[in-house]
T-cell receptor
Framework: GQNIDQPTEMTATEGAIVQINCTYQ??????LFWYQQHAGEAPTFLSY??LDGLEEKGRFSSFLSRSKGYSYLLLKELQMKDSASYLC??????????WGAGTKLIIKP | IAGITQAPTSQILAAGRRMTLRCTQD?????MYWYRQDLGLGLRLIHY???????GKGEVPDGYSVSRANTDDFPLTLASAVPSQTSVYFC?????????????FGEGSRLTVL
């Protein structure tokens, strides 16, 4: 079956750096996505990786290794507003998105 | 700019009742989707539509139906609601997942079936 694994919850300190990991086993691969979802709100798009390597976008970076079935989202200079759930999703060979359960990130002052 | 609008935002209904969740987008996206989100689980696709006039089944389609009469609207109907359909429902659209992968989500409809 298809599976996306990410930690359920992480805690970090304001101003610090945190890395959220995502491992996947899917039928084919057509890209990996990270979304941010604040409590009670809709998910919003953060990043899209289809080739191996690091994609940087401001304080957020996303890394992909297709051979390892692995990605991470790196958040730098953490702010209180970064407290949210971070969803990892993989597009399979049928161009359907398979979603992880999300990682709840708690930022402490 | 509205983006995607869902209605109602919240609803409580009795088991066995019929319910339609409405979804409208103004971005002229071809593809639209309905997901449900339950605690501890990832978003699960219920139904999708790649273009007006076509629909397809997702991962958890049983008990739900959709229609896509035009580009903008994509209603989701529960013919006879059951308590296991208690969830938060998100409608989403995209301009082609194969291009950028970006889905635009509505604010969600929280449904409680008693």
């Amino acid at each position: 079956g298809q599976n996306i694994d990410q930690p359920t919850e992480m805690t970090a300190t304001e101003g610090a750096i945190v890395q959220i990991n995502c491992t996947y086993q899917t039928s084919g691969f057509n890209g990996l996505f990270w979304y941010q979802q604040h409590a009670g709100e809709a998910p919003t798009f953060l990043s899209y990786n289809v080739l191996d390597g690091l994609e940087e976008k401001g304080r957020f970076s996303s890394f992909l290794s297709r051979s390892k079935g692995y990605s991470y989202l790196l958040l730098k200079e953490l702010q209180m507003k970064d407290s949210a759930s971070y969803l990892c999703a993989v597009m399979d060979s049928n161009y359907q998105l398979i979603w992880g359960a999300g990682t709840k990130l708690i930022i402490k002052p | 700019i509205a983006g995607i609008t869902q209605a109602p935002t919240s609803q409580i209904l009795a088991a066995g009742r019929r319910m339609t969740l409405r979804c409208t987008q103004d971005m002229r996206h071809n593809a639209m989707y309905w997901y449900r989100q339950d605690l501890g689980l990832g978003l699960r696709l219920i139904h999708y539509s790649n273009t007006a006039g076509t629909t397809g089944k997702g991962e958890v389609p049983d008990g739900y139906s959709v229609s896509r009469a035009n580009t903008d609207d994509f209603p989701l109907t529960l013919a006879s609601a059951v308590p296991s359909q208690t969830s938060v429902y998100f409608c989403a659209s995209s301009d082609g997942l194969a291009n950028t992968g970006e889905l635009f989500f509505g604010e969600g409809s929280r449904l409680t079936v008693l």
